[in-house]
């Protein structure tokens, strides 16, 4: 069964750093492109990062571009999500999900793990 | 940024009737080359991850009844689920994956009339 575990989230103050994972299991880990989709309370879904297989590539949305990381491990079937200077408005639920294929189609999702930003 | 907007935000359907919930992309997602619409639809039920239902904005997913119809006609979208069950209360979201970054419409909160 294709699964994805998120962890690291937490409160943490504006200005702070966070460190998400996502442990993957039940496929080749390897061989997808991974992304990073975040959910703030009540709000609806907004595209944060993705990474190629093998972590050549990497894009963000405008918002988090210069704060936050994308990278993984392959040999942990591990993605992450460094970041940085956060901000209030990055508060939600961060889920990480497996692309298909070269496009940005997310199946399936992680549960996902909150971060509040607040002080 | 491809702007998706998605009406309505809520609706309510008697059990076994019909709802439709629609999704118009700011400009096209119409790949010329496959003459696909990189266009999905998700459903996230209450305290769970969003599921993939449709994706080249009418193939079915693997699984999913046949009560859920994806449709397009230029840059909009549907999703009709023919006979509302029970099981069908959630958000839905629709998403364009043509161009970086994805983006997804604002979501249509589907419950029991």
């Known amino acids: 069964e294709v699964q994805l575990v998120e962890s690291g989230g937490g409160l943490v103050q504006p200005g702070g750093s966070l460190r998400l994972s996502c442990e993957a299991s039940?496929?080749?880990?390897?061989?997808?492109?991974m992304s990073w989709v975040r959910q703030a309370p009540g709000k609806g879904l907004e595209w944060v990062a993705n990474i190629k297989e093998d972590g050549s590539e990497k894009y963000y949305v405008d918002s988090v571009k210069g704060r936050f990381t994308i990278s993984r491990d392959n040999a942990k079937n591990s993605l992450y999500l460094q970041m940085n200077s956060l901000r209030a408005e990055d508060t939600a639920v961060y889920h990480c999900?497996?692309?298909?294929?070269?496009?940005?189609?997310?199946?399936?999702w992680g549960q996902g793990t909150l971060v509040t930003v607040s002080s | 940024d491809i702007v998706m907007t998605q009406s309505p935000d809520s609706l309510a359907v008697s059990l076994g009737e019909r709802a439709t919930i629609n999704c118009k992309s700011s400009?096209?997602?119409?790949?010329?080359?496959?003459?696909?619409?990189?266009l999905a639809w998700y459903q996230q039920k209450p305290g769970q991850p969003p599921k993939l239902l449709i994706y080249w904005a009418s193939t079915r997913e693997s699984g999913v009844p046949d009560r859920f119809t994806g449709s397009e006609s230029g840059t909009e979208f549907a999703l009709t689920i023919s006979s509302l069950q029970a099981e069908d209360v959630a958000v839905y979201y629709c998403?364009?994956?043509?161009?970086?970054?994805?983006?997804f419409g604002g979501g249509t909160k589907v419950e029991i009339k």
């Open positions: 039940g496929f080749t880990f390897s061989t997808y492109w």
């Open positions: 999900a497996r692309d298909r294929g070269v496009v940005a189609l997310f199946d399936p």
């Open positions: 998403q364009q994956y043509y161009r970086t970054p994805p983006t």
């Open positions: 400009q096209s997602v119409l790949y010329s080359s496959n003459n696909k619409n990189y």
